[in-house]
């Protein structure tokens, strides 16, 4: 383990995706928890601050690439989780669930749009229409599941951490050591606010907390199948893992088991499927050698 730490690249590695944005995740939830204890309801976008706090401090250190207009289309992850975080949470304080639906919707239909623009604008205008149709039914379909309503959406939590985690593992295996680095940036953070929320007595964890996780996810998740080349049985297992967790968040939610420690069960049951993603991609990998 020291000979490892000794080593410059693995330092490197560990120090930016995992170490500064925990620290940076941490001080923010202490500082913003302390600064409302007067004013218990804003902490709800403690954990969606600390969240996208953390993962664009461990961006900025891995990729070093903040400019706008962007240059690439990862220069487009921090612009897309910023501005979409934003949107979302004004949608969700209107009164009427249309505006929740229809922020969530047209956010994932704009940002697939523009992660596919590269690839789309080569192809024909039908092929291109079917590509980000695709993806941004998917997209918006999976996010509705895991967030159905104003509730405390904790649940949400294990969920990403795992599809995270997943990510995590199969972008190296696919030839993408940046995607692997930003997944364990999500994942790290994600286990940050996740733990501080479990163990501060009373907290909820809004659907902006969760929104967050879902837009830099589902933009990494373009990224592994469209440019890093991840097969397609790999991205259904990883699709998969997050359905699971979403369909038991909503059984846990219905029979009204809300306890602190039982949304950890939505992360237990998305670890199967996210496992399988890993072994497949590893499969592909041993045959193929990965992608770029």
Do not use: C
Not at 106 to 123: C, D, H
Not at 175 to 194: C, D, E, K, N, R
Not at 249 to 278: D, E, K, N, Y
Request: aromatic share 12%; glycine share 10%; hydrophobic share 55%.
């Amino acid at each position: 383990m020291w000979n490892l730490w000794q080593s410059g690249f693995v330092r490197s590695l560990i120090l930016e995706s995992a170490l500064f944005p925990a620290v940076v995740a941490m001080l923010m939830v202490v500082a913003a928890y302390y600064k409302t204890r007067k004013y218990p309801r804003w902490r709800s976008i403690i954990w969606g601050a600390a969240i996208l706090g953390g993962f664009l401090g461990g961006y900025a250190l891995i990729y070093r690439d903040l400019s706008f207009p962007p240059r690439t289309v990862l220069s487009w992850l921090p612009w897309l989780a910023l501005v979409g975080g934003i949107v979302v949470a004004i949608a969700d304080r209107r009164k009427h669930s249309g505006w929740r639906y229809g922020a969530r919707g047209m956010t994932a239909s704009v940002s697939a749009w523009i992660l596919l623009w590269p690839i789309v604008r080569q192809e024909s205008v039908l092929a291109a229409f079917l590509a980000w149709l695709t993806v941004a039914g998917l997209w918006s379909v999976l996010w509705l599941a895991l967030i159905p309503d104003k509730r405390d959406q904790k649940s949400t939590g294990p969920t990403l951490f795992v599809g995270a985690v997943g990510l995590a593992l199969v972008a190296p295996l696919s030839g993408s050591i940046l995607l692997a680095q930003f997944g364990a940036a999500l994942a790290v953070v994600l286990a940050v606010a996740l733990v501080f929320s479990l163990l501060v007595r009373g907290s909820r964890w809004d659907s902006p907390s969760a929104d967050v996780g879902i837009l830099i996810l589902g933009a990494l998740m373009v990224d592994l199948r469209f440019y890093a080349g991840a097969s397609m049985v790999v991205m259904v297992w990883l699709l998969v893992s997050l359905a699971a967790g979403a369909g038991v968040a909503r059984i846990l939610q219905h029979r009204g088991h809300s306890g602190r420690w039982t949304v950890l069960a939505t992360g237990l049951v998305g670890f199967p499927p996210m496992a399988v993603a890993g072994w497949m991609a590893l499969q592909t990998y041993l045959v193929s050698g990965g992608g770029y």
